[in-house]
């Protein structure tokens, strides 16, 4: 089992950047791969990106690409989100989330272990 942190979530104008953080325990870090995910109101949860075990390869969401950056630091035991230019419609509770394998992974059932998340909010 894995135990997830979120941290860096919070209030900023659009336009904006917030980096969140994830600290992990437990198992063996580089022994899965990572996600973010996000959960607006009245919206089911969505990846954002993800990140295999050595972080070597990464996804985005479309709707992100170009403005977020995944990345970890395996010595850390941490996994981030660089989240640049945000828009509004970016709020949303983030949760980071432990994959069942080290390959990088978009399908939500291959994580089973999840962060209590951080609420990110951006003003127009």
């Known amino acids: 089992q894995v135990q997830l942190v979120e941290s860096g979530g919070g209030l900023v104008q659009a336009g904006g950047s917030l980096r969140l953080s994830c600290a992990a325990s437990?198992?063996?870090?580089?022994?899965?791969?990572m996600g973010w995910f996000r959960q607006a109101p009245g919206k089911g949860r969505e990846i954002v990106a993800s990140?295999?075990?050595?972080?070597?390869?990464?996804y985005y969401a479309d709707s992100v690409k170009g403005r977020f950056t995944i990345s970890r630091d395996n010595a850390k035991n941490t996994v981030y989100l660089q989240m640049n230019s945000l828009k509004p419609e970016n709020t949303a509770v983030y949760y980071c989330?432990?994959?069942?394998?080290?390959?990088?992974?978009?399908?939500?059932?291959?994580?089973?272990?999840w962060g209590q998340g951080t609420q990110v909010t951006v003003s127009s």
């Open positions: 990140i295999n075990w050595s972080g070597s390869n990464t």
């Open positions: 437990g198992r063996t870090f580089t022994s899965y791969a």
């Open positions: 989330a432990a994959a069942d394998r080290k390959l990088l992974t978009t399908f939500i059932s291959r994580y089973n272990d």
